[in-house]
């Protein structure tokens, strides 16, 4: 078991109703309020305006950042930056899904960058030392970026999707209802973002961090059990609950404390294919997950012990011929992608070989995969795509 | 699922060696430090030492308060308040176990008790407002002091032992390698500690919160796996880091998010018995814990469905008779605590029915286990302490 520390200064209230601690969770960082959200979607479910009643009547002066992309773009971060300092905000208020808490922590870091250029702070190796608050609104179980530092913005001029930590919510209210009307589509997509989240970090060569093992097959069948009954009952509570709950933990990093680095390497594939064609971020890392397993299972067969254990665990699958279960737990999450309703293969997407070459490039940038949980090629990479054609 | 609020702001350096954080985690506090230890074991394993280097070589201004009660006794708080007044103290630093940093939170908050009678305030329904910075070392898996707000204060004099929340240490460092030298004994009561945390949650009317119930299986099972382990052989690090770990997370209240309050009837009833005989906490836990179980699950056939998903998912026993499996589960429970060199019964410690009516009268004071997972009556408590005789 490794070093860590545990650091997630995140309050999460979670429930029905919890909306009711909104103005309790602004006030004591000011009146002055970015409110940034998405393409519209919290004004259908008339979360829009129980937010600017509670604003309105709290005496906030609010400024409004409205249609944040799904990837969200570095061009929405500029634009959130220069609100803020125009408008002196105290804080940021971000309601929806992970896209527009990434791009609010970016911002939030962004008012505080000396620079000019703020793409340069999204690839900069410095930390951020300094941002405004940020309380959000959670509308959307899959990011887990209201429990956690980091957010993920792109640059479509340079096709470039880059995660970094910038700062956590001070406070993230987390009501499942506001994701009852979320599409079968975008359900499935989180909750396969959720499940990759877990399993880039399952599978480590760290195997006596009982807890985060633990945790990662409780989230894991979680998701098993509860996104079926959310597909099929989309106002099923306690389905839409456990999904949320799931969320927040999934991408929190406490499923990684102990266990040694594994480079994440669907996310670090996927954020290429999302780069170069602004397709669901879900969506790509479940069609890249089984092909990067059999993928590695193949060319490293050291690591059977642990798919075994996946399939064992998390399938309830059993057998003697240990490679036939590795695999079966593979199949068994595929399949289970596939009965979820989402688009399997690159192909399905309109995804053909031109960018291949280029992406894996990118995604191994600075050899990053080299020290993946199986070290991974630019030539891996490539036929992995091709796999998912 | 039920609504919850997530609020530990508690930074947990884990691991080897993580006192090098020891001066960073001071510092931002002042330079006045009362340092707060027990019985002197932290000076037998060197800790002390390493403490006094550290703070020595910061310049911090250092006050000392030793010899804290293993249950610790509300003249130690007293003491310490005084100590922190007199000499301006900045940040308490508790190096020990539970019991240490139950006091030092208990100083802490005591500090800005605006009464005379520092035991009003432990038995005040008024929550904290104010406290000194604490942080503090852990050198024993137990309590999961080192990751909750609350502390739990004994009145030898009422012969009343209460638990209340006093404030959340800053910085836990959590160093598995300290506890190499906890003795079998205390390392088997604290492990029975751990497991209680969690079965006070996991026995609960809640069935659909798949977080909470997993994590608190997880635990339950790296208990069982490690503990022997760690008794076999003391400084196994793998073990005692998971022991560690899992005391963090138990009573951290996490194993509880979405589940409907239980009473924690076996704490209710422990506490009585370590208030009149000062008796190791977690073995009295050990002791009534399956004879509780027992006793609902006679008293209650309804929750047979919660203890047979116990024997089966903690256990990993199976059978068609869920009566007969359900008894299993909870045999295995307390074969395992005999296992583990824990004197099992009352008699065994000197311990006779002189004071059942009494005790049973405290531990169900209010009325409080009549809302319990399975409602007790004060003849209930009774007839389960002679069940442990």
Known sequence: MLNYTHDIPTVIHFGKGQISRLDESLRPYGKRVLLAYGGGSIKKIGLYDEVMEILNKGGYIVTELAGIEPNPRIESVEKGVELCKQNGVDVILAVGGGSTI???????????????????MVTSKHGTLKALPLVDILTLSATGSEYDGGGVISNMKTNQKIGKS?????????????????????????????MSHILENYFSRTDDSDLADGISETVLKSVIRNLPIALKEPDNYSARANLMADSSIACSGIPAYGKQGTGWSCHAMEHQLSAYYDITHGVGLAILTPRWMRYILRKDPSCTGRFVRFARNVWGLDGEDEQALAMAGIDALEAFFTESGIPMTLTALGIGTEHFEDMANQANGGGRLSNAYVSLTCEDVVAIFHDCL
Not at 104 to 113: F, L, P, R, T
Not at 184 to 191: L, N
């Open 102 to 120: 990434d791009c609010a922590k970016a911002i939030a870091a962004g008012v505080y960058w000396e620079g000019d250029d703020l793409w340069e």
């Open 166 to 194: 910038f700062t956590f919510p001070a406070v993230s209210i987390c009501d499942p209802t506001y994701t009852f009307s979320v599409s079968k589509y975008q359900t499935a997509a989180g909750s396969a973002d959720i």
